[in-house]
């Protein structure tokens, strides 16, 4: 689809539409992309600065761990609208006989599974960008250090965004065992994920007033 090929204009001109995709998913997951482009940003001005070379080797590291999840995030946009389309067909099926509702009950319960695949992995992955924000806060370049306070903000909407493309599924999801584990999976790094982004945000902003 390339929708994240789209340069800013397009796509939030596509988000407007009445299009299928992109939807809150592709959203949360461009979100979480910038989220954590931000904290790369500060690597790279952090890097190669005496100040902070203490912290050179860790913040290497961080550099490269979100530029793997930067790349994930960014086709997880596409990702999710290929996996939504199936579901968008499903609802669309024409059912009058109970062998044609059982049937369209099936293919409708399997898109719907399918279509939480990648929502899924929003918030697993923008639960660990958070992680290496809080990693970054005290490390990165206090030039910067607004920037932290912005990515974390992204990938914390990208977090509960993602969550809440799981709970628009899972509501029509019959397979109760599938529901729970993945429920309960998904508030468990949501409510970790924004308690870490807002002690983040707190240290950022503590750091700007002083």
């Known amino acids: 689809m390339n929708l994240a090929?789209?340069?800013?204009?397009?796509?939030?001109?596509?988000?407007?539409?009445?299009?299928?995709?992109?939807?809150?998913?592709?959203?949360?997951?461009?979100?979480g992309a910038i989220g954590t482009?931000?904290?790369s940003m500060v690597c790279n001005l952090t890097i190669g600065k005496k100040k902070y070379a203490q912290y050179e080797e860790e913040v290497k590291d961080i550099l490269k761990e979100a530029g793997e999840i930067e790349a994930q995030l960014l086709k997880m946009i596409d990702d999710d609208a290929e996996n939504f389309l199936p579901l968008s067909k499903a609802y669309g099926i024409k059912a009058s006989t109970p062998e044609e509702k059982a049937e369209k009950d099936?293919?409708?319960?399997?898109?719907?599974?399918?279509?939480?695949?990648?929502?899924?992995?929003?918030?697993?992955?923008?639960?660990?960008?958070?992680?290496?924000?809080?990693?970054?806060?005290d490390k990165g370049?206090?030039?910067?250090?607004?920037?932290?306070?912005?990515?974390?903000?992204?990938?914390?909407?990208?977090?509960?965004?993602?969550?809440?493309?799981?709970?628009?599924?899972?509501?029509?999801?019959t397979d109760d065992e599938y529901v729970k584990k993945v429920g309960e999976e998904t508030k468990k790094l949501v409510e970790e994920g924004t308690k870490i982004a807002d002690q983040v945000y707190q240290k950022v902003e503590e750091a700007l007033t002083k």
């Open 106 to 137: 099936r293919v409708l319960q399997s898109a719907l599974k399918k279509a939480c695949e990648v929502p899924i992995q929003i918030v697993k992955t923008a639960y660990k960008a958070i992680k290496l924000h809080e990693r970054l806060v």
């Open 37 to 39: 482009a931000l904290g």
């Open 141 to 173: 370049s206090r030039l910067a250090i607004s920037d932290v306070g912005v990515g974390v903000q992204c990938l914390r909407a990208a977090l509960i965004s993602g969550q809440l493309n799981v709970i628009i599924n899972i509501n029509s999801i």
């Open 5 to 31: 090929q789209k340069n800013c204009t397009e796509f939030v001109e596509v988000l407007a539409s009445k299009a299928a995709v992109p939807g809150g998913g592709g959203a949360a997951a461009l979100v």
